[in-house]
């Protein structure tokens, strides 16, 4: 068997280092800057690329991603399953039952928010193909498709870390937006593995993708419609019998996982072999396992931290790779497709959502969600480029289509709905806020010691916070009992909460309802006019410090890293146990 | 750049389908039958490797493994990734405070039970080479070198899994061959690396094995000496300052998971372009990271459950394609090693657990637990094949001793330590042990019907089975209240628990504390000897059906899977949870 060369392995490796390193260190970075993290992983491939290191050090460039030899097949391997495991994520994320509980809005904008964009993309590329950059010599009909789907389809995991991120998820609006972007990229993904069909079918031989000789377009097209009705409905049943047997026979929660991704390697290759690309049977699989109860929360959850943070960033940054984005940016080609997108979505979005009779702003708001396009739009072109459909220059406009809705989408959306922003105990402390050696001993130094650093971070006069606070604590003490005090005032002039928490080694009076000393005093100031922050946050100390064991990290810890790393690991579920319709 | 063809890719996505699918299913079962996974994972192997379908299905093996092309260089790529991940968790699992808590028996064990089967190896190999299967032309020191160091390592993984099937994890017997088989695998895998440098200065030039050039041997040994040291504490040192920053900055537990393979691929790298194999890397990373309270159980668990469902057993079956198990068969041979290998570990633990005065009976069960080895000598035996330091004959040998001590361990253990069994719920119930819908509307009548099934399955007459209970039931009523009753007896002639559950959907009354009828009824006869067996089983039906969720799923259920499935589900931790040392 022809192998890797231990040559071949140290690049592989190192190059895996590299890609999975710096897309997850700019997607964290993006994350923080308060953007999705493919927008920070596709720019990190861009770095890597041809577009920068290649032009810059093409020695390295060369090294890590060599032309030809072993090494390119073996990322391809890889890159090929992070793809295929990511539509098998996006396919479980699936689940109607959602769209059909919304009722007659959802159903208008689904509709709607994906018939008109495309109508207007199918239009557009019909009338002016070459504009559109279609690659010489490919099909019309072909390329109207494949832009009518790339304008029609949407993100869902990108709209499910927007919706989080507002604290819209389990709201109305939310749940219509995630309704009917399901739907979107249901329709959009069968629509679009008959474009393959159809590019596979007039793919030009030299392209060598494709064609397994004796099936036509029409076979491809029965096929696949035949596979989706099946997937959907005595596959779906089969699955979802089998599974309990599967968990209550089979270890746990592996066997449910190995069942999966058996299932979807297996419907990958049947999809691949029909003449649509595997991704396709993945996705199918996703949908027909993904509602069922009995895929339990910790085998999603395994399945998406593995995917999300080591495939997908992998995945994203090979993106960067497959293109020169300076040299194929075309301004006048990137303009036109951001118009016709927005124009074609927010649309057809907007309407169904007036016809639904949902109000202004919110419709608005929904219509920007449904706007967000991430990783599928991607996938698409990407797809496209290959099957020799797409220009270069096509493909990187919609790169930075999905990046800039995938940016504004929050923004827009956060325009038109107000809700009261969630604060997080580990973003309100952080270095200079946690003081692991309190020199007072009484109540009211304690709240002086405490005051001092306070105002300084909410500019305010020292004094002045301090007497607020211990007036507050003349009315009531602030003692939670358990070892916790939490003295607190809303105060004029703050723009947002402050929190400072000081450890009390011998303890401090608080005249707790338990009559035990405090030991970890936390200094809350809040805006006055802001009544949920000082409950919310109040609430969350509380529950997270009545452990014992809790506290005692803190008493054992000099850093505000092991303080904030505790309260983001023993806050409960972690953000994607939520994320999940149906976990 | 080179890439897959949708032909290789349909090839590829089908041969992971059947590689994952055969070995999960053989893992499974042989888990059913009280065998490590690992046996079950290569016997598919095996099946699928030249063996078997290659002898029989000749066009059928060459159609999914290719000898040449791009599938096979994809196929290694996704192998070699597969074992450094395994070896990254097998690192993970090694935290040596275990060990020094042991005290002095535990490093008596742990340096002798790891010294005598090295030099008994090594000795036997040095003065016999040809009879123990040197490659001709091999060096002979080298070849010593590997066959003491095969001899002396274990497989913490099969260990601890052994441990947990007996229930022995977190006892002192438990916890002391845990210790030494950390030690074994620690100074096995730096001796085997220094022996991978030696190798791969002695590989004849057309092996394509290492040799990068510029290293001597000297460079070689003195570098991974150098990596071992830094790893173990510099580089240990700023893992365990990093992780608090990392979990508390960035997304949980993605940041750590990220962070973790970031580290593994490049220490992997390093490693590999030093000229020893890249899985050293892996493993160093594993063992610097592992034992730090920052790496949660979450992070742990959702690394161990991809690597052990996923990337393992494709690891396991591709051993199978490695050789012609049959014609590569040595009888004198694999009789050879089994008889030093056995020999030389069993004398040296039994001997290190004398010497530190336990119990023959411990000395005995410890001697054994050691003796188990599965992964670890496998991937040894392969790196030396494919080096050209041994003949596929001593490779298979190998592969033999693995399974056979892997299977061998936990039987004879249990030989010499008699722990009480622990019962679990889902394993007692089973089809024809659930009945939906009582008929019954009084206790007795209750009782009665569920004596006759319960009596049949414990070969006992119903009748009499019914009185007893009955007669229990006099003294003193078994309503637990929230709708749950518990009828029990514990009867002669009974070889191991029995339990039959009836749902009433009207409620019987069961004179419950609650004064709530009773819907669920669990009828439960245990041997009269054995009252731990009683206590456990009632235990966990109270703990489990005081939550109203989980009635709700028995009383909507006619399956006895989906009742098993939810008592494996909600019984609270994995196994896998425990399984972690320090997790």
Known sequence: MESLTPHDLVVMLAGFAVMLGLARAAGELFNRLGQPAIVG????????????????????????????????????????????????????????????????????????????????????????P?????????DILTFALFFGTALSITALPVIAKIMMDLNLFKTDVGMLVMGAAM????????????????????????????????LGLGATIGLTLGIVVFALTLGRYLVHRALPWIQSRLSWPGGVLSFTLVLTFAG??????????????????????????????QTRMVLHQ???????????????????????????????????????????????AWLGRLPTRDAWAIAFGMNARGAMEIILGLLALQYGVIQEEMFVALVVLALLTSIVSGPMMRMFIAQPKRWLLEELLDVGSFFPRLQATTRAEAIRELAAPAAAAAGLDESAVAEAVLNRERVMSTGLGQEVAVPHARLDGLKKPVLVLGHAPEGIDFDSPDGEPARLIFLLLTPRDDISAQLQIMG?????FQSPAARAVVYESDSVDVVRALIKTEAGESPHGEALPGG
Chains 1, 2 share one sequence.
Not at 130 to 138: D, K, L, N, V
Not at 196 to 211: R, S, Y
């Open 183 to 214: 739907f979107s990229d249901l329709v959009g993904w069968i629509v679009f593995s008959i474009v393959l069909g159809m590019m596979n079918a007039n793919a030009p031989p030299e392209a060598d993708v494709g064609g397994h000789g004796g």
């Open 540 to 544: 969350q100390i509380a529950r997270l």
């Open 268 to 297: 990958a290759a049947l999809t691949e072999a029909i003449g649509i690309h595997a991704i396709f049977g993945a996705f199918l699989v996703g949908v027909a396992v993904g509602d069922s109860a009995h895929v339990r929360t």
């Open 306 to 352: 593995f995917v999300t943070y080591i495939f997908a960033p992998i995945f994203f940054v090979s993106i960067g790779l497959e293109a020169d984005f300076l040299e194929s940016f075309d301004v006048l080609l990137v303009l036109g497709v951001l118009a016709i997108a927005f124009v074609g979505k927010l649309a057809g979005c907007y309407l169904g």
């Open 41 to 128: 992983e596709i720019l990190a491939g861009i770095l890597l690329g041809p577009t920068v290191l290649g032009t810059f050090a093409p020695g390295l460039f060369g090294w890590l991603f060599p032309g030809a030899g072993a090494v390119p097949i073996a990322y391809d391997a890889i890159i090929t399953l992070a793809v295929v495991l990511l539509l098998l994520i996006a396919g479980l994320e699936i689940d109607l039952s959602v769209l059909w509980r919304q009722g007659r809005a959802a159903l208008l904008i689904s509709v709607l928010g994906t018939a008109v964009p495309f109508a207007v993309g199918f239009g557009a590329a019909y009338a002016a």
């Open 130 to 138: 070459r504009f559109w950059g279609i690659e010489p010599g490919a």
